[in-house]
């Protein structure tokens, strides 16, 4: 038994191949029916989303599951060719399989290291799983033991930390300045493509109260019923400026359209509460002379940037403490399943054991005769203690093996020593189809 | 009784000042709730210390300048702990713990003994209660204002990094400023009032021009100022954060002033 990954992801294939492959969570159930059904498999997940596609199975045999598991991955779309997908997937077994799916689910292999949507999306993908009954002993705990590591990454990391889009980061500064942005009031100038992201920014930020001006005032009339915003003309919108806590300036202007003077009388009137400035135009379109005033916070496109690019940076670095975590967690992982081949064993030896126990009694039983009950007691007492004797040493060596690399060693050459593989096949036999009553 | 109690939580405290400066430094969960764990231990045995002493003394120990600095410590980390569960601004305690710690261990180097009370003394507690909470007021608005100034100065020279994370926002920070000047006047205003009735009362003059008695004046005119500067002209967000700082900076001075001279 082994847990084996296929898959593709943004480094290793092209946008176009794995817009093709994606499972869409509408194919899911059925895409994962036919996984479950699909020779050599025994549980199975499907990972997809826009930057990858991943299959995650537990087999009985490595190789021929992952050949398996390969051409399931070809069969996802009808107009593929093995040829096509082949060269751009990976491969991985045991315990680089599980790094693997903890690094995934750690967002350590995203395209934009520590983005929070992937937890989620693996998550959706084993509850998906779960419905389709798909999973089993395996699979669910590697999995939620994925889920628990991503968490722990996100919580004792800082990878997760600040934000790594300007218009992001330009709402965290922001929050800096204003505790509650629910209050306050953002002026957007100018309605062009960059204003806009960040208006929808600071609207999901809370910002309720949304002013917007534009040279063209339709455009603003346009753009603010989008946003539920106020309109406001253009050769009025510095004195709206009082009222506003974020200016976002973003107009195509070629000269400044906010000066010193109008940021000085903004705050004249506001009784010197604080403002944000924050200009995403290019050339500027706030006199930098502003950014020297008490109690008036200026920003443009190149400071955030500048931002942005330290918060990355950062959680680069904090990408090896959460690497740490990665690869702490794998071991346990891999002794558990271990000792999960193990454990049959023991049953199936004592289970052995105890047959060829109660044959023999009956066997001396029917030679012997009448004998008093005490007298069978003792016979009875006799056979158990030489089986229990006996098998004492070897199973203690087996439950110490568990959990030792060894431990499928220790299983394997017991099983040949007592004879116990037609035993645990029953085992098997008799499990699966109590599995399939309960189901 | 009290002294051990006393020293129990002196070390606590010390303990608190150093995981909260840690903090400071270092990463933020890792922590938190030990030293947040650590200054309420304090303050609980600061408290049974405070009660013990009553008990033991037979009256509102507020008597000595030991007494006075003690209560001020306490009713510093009570605002903290108060402050820190309403709005978790945990950050607030690497101010505030230091500050407590520093002026406990004054305390510890003044005489400690429980004095006797002459009958005259009986009603001065209520003088001294009024105008050490003013002082707590005062030096929480010197906290906010220093925070506001550290704050102020990342966001300005767009250094933001460190600190910046975990300080809270600038508005909060004047907010919580103008809050506490608003209750630090009043209550040095009605300490000023009881200590010139009750001088009037002892001496017979409410007023003689010591020392003392000027720089509380300077100090509830300064915070006179402060405060109508703020309703009236905007004095609030950066120019405020200054006020408070250097004012709280006389009051210390003040402070030193009295207890170098007594």
Redesign the interface.
């Known amino acids: 038994m082994n847990i084996v990954a296929v898959g593709l992801n943004h480094r290793t294939a092209p946008v176009e191949l794995r817009e093709r492959l994606a499972v869409t969570e509408a194919r899911l159930p059925e895409a994962l029916a036919r996984l479950k059904r699909w020779p050599g498999i025994d549980e199975g997940v499907i990972l997809s989303t826009c930057n990858r596609v991943e299959l995650y199975a537990v087999v009985k045999d490595t190789e021929l599951g992952l050949e398996s598991l390969s051409e399931y991955m070809v069969t996802i779309a009808a107009d593929v060719s093995p040829g096509e997908v082949e060269p751009h997937l990976y491969r991985l077994d045991g315990a680089d399989a599980i790094k693997h799916l903890f690094r995934v689910a750690a967002s350590l292999d995203s395209m934009v290291i520590g983005e929070p949507q992937i937890l989620g999306q693996v998550k959706e993908a084993f509850e998906a799983a779960l419905a389709g009954k798909s999973t089993g002993v395996v699979l669910n705990k590697v999995v939620k033991k994925a889920i628990s590591v991503g968490k722990r990454v996100r919580?004792?990391t800082?990878i997760a930390?600040?934000a790594v889009s300007v218009s992001y980061a330009a709402v965290e500064?922001a929050?800096?300045?204003?505790?509650n942005l629910a209050e306050k009031t953002v002026l957007l100038v100018g309605a062009g493509e960059m204003g806009k992201l960040a208006a929808r920014h600071f609207i999901s930020a809370g910002v309720c109260r949304v002013l917007i001006t534009n040279r063209n005032y339709d455009r603003a009339l346009d753009v603010a019923k989008r946003f539920n915003a106020l309109p406001v003309p253009f050769d009025e919108f510095h004195h709206e400026m009082a009222g506003a806590d974020i200016v976002v300036c973003a107009t195509a202007a070629d000269s400044f359209v906010i000066g010193p003077e109008d940021v000085q009388r903004a705050l004249?009137s506001?009784?010197?509460?604080?403002m944000f400035l924050i200009d995403i135009s290019d050339p500027r379109n706030i006199d930098p002379a502003v950014?020297t005033l008490?109690?008036a916070?200026l920003?443009n496109i190149d400071?955030l940037q500048?931002?942005v690019d330290?918060n990355i940076e950062q959680r680069l670095r904090e990408a090896r403490n959460a690497e740490d975590i990665v690869r702490a967690e794998v071991p346990s992982i891999v002794m558990w399943m271990k000792s999960l081949e193990v454990v049959p064993t023991i049953v199936a030896l004592r289970h052995r054991a105890n047959e060829i126990q109660r044959a023999e009694i009956e066997r001396i039983m029917a030679k012997l005769g009448d004998l008093s009950p005490r007298q069978r007691a003792l016979v009875e007492e006799l056979a158990a203690a030489i089986t229990n004797k006996l098998l004492h040493s070897p199973l203690i060596a087996l439950k110490a093996e568990a959990d030792s690399p060894n431990g499928s060693l220790f299983a394997e050459t017991t099983q040949r020593l007592f004879d116990l593989e037609k035993e645990l096949q029953r085992m098997s036999s008799e499990s699966s189809s109590e599995q399939g009553r309960r189901e | 009784m009290n002294v051990l109690f006393f020293e129990v939580t002196l070390l606590l405290y010390f303990l608190g000042t150093a995981l909260f400066l840690t903090q400071l430094a270092g990463r933020w969960e890792k922590g938190s709730h030990a030293s947040l764990a650590v200054a309420g231990a304090g303050f609980f045995f600061h408290t049974l210390a405070l009660v013990s002493r009553m008990i033991e003394a037979g009256h509102i120990p507020l008597t000595s300048m030991h007494e006075a600095l003690s209560f001020f410590s306490w009713a510093l980390v009570l605002v903290f702990l108060v402050v820190e569960l309403r709005y978790r601004v945990h950050i607030l305690g690497s101010f505030i713990l230091p500050l407590a710690f520093i002026s406990l261990i004054s305390a510890a180097a003044l005489p400690k003994e429980i004095r006797a009370l002459e009958p005259i003394f009986r009603n001065v507690w209520m003088h001294v209660t009024l105008s050490l909470l003013g002082t707590v007021a005062f030096a929480v608005a010197f906290i906010a204002g220093l925070m506001y100034l550290i704050q102020e100065h990342m966001l300005k020279s767009k250094h933001l990094d460190g600190l910046y994370h975990k300080l809270p926002a600038l508005d909060f920070l004047d907010e919580l400023n103008g809050r506490a000047i608003s209750m630090g006047f009043p209550l040095l205003t009605l300490g000023i009032i009881t200590g010139a009735l009750f001088a009037e009362f002892a001496r017979g003059s409410f007023l003689n021009w010591n020392a003392e008695q000027i720089g509380a004046l300077g100090t509830w005119l300064f915070y006179l100022v402060v405060l109508l500067g703020r309703v009236t002209v905007g004095w609030r967000a950066k120019k405020a954060a200054y006020l408070t700082v250097v004012g709280f900076a006389g009051v210390v001075f003040t402070l030193v002033g009295v207890i170098l001279k007594g």
Request: charged fraction near 35%; proline fraction near 4%.
């Open positions: 919580t004792e800082g930390e600040n500064l929050k800096k300045i204003f505790q004249h506001r009784r010197n509460r604080p950014g008490d109690n916070y920003y400071d500048g931002q330290m």
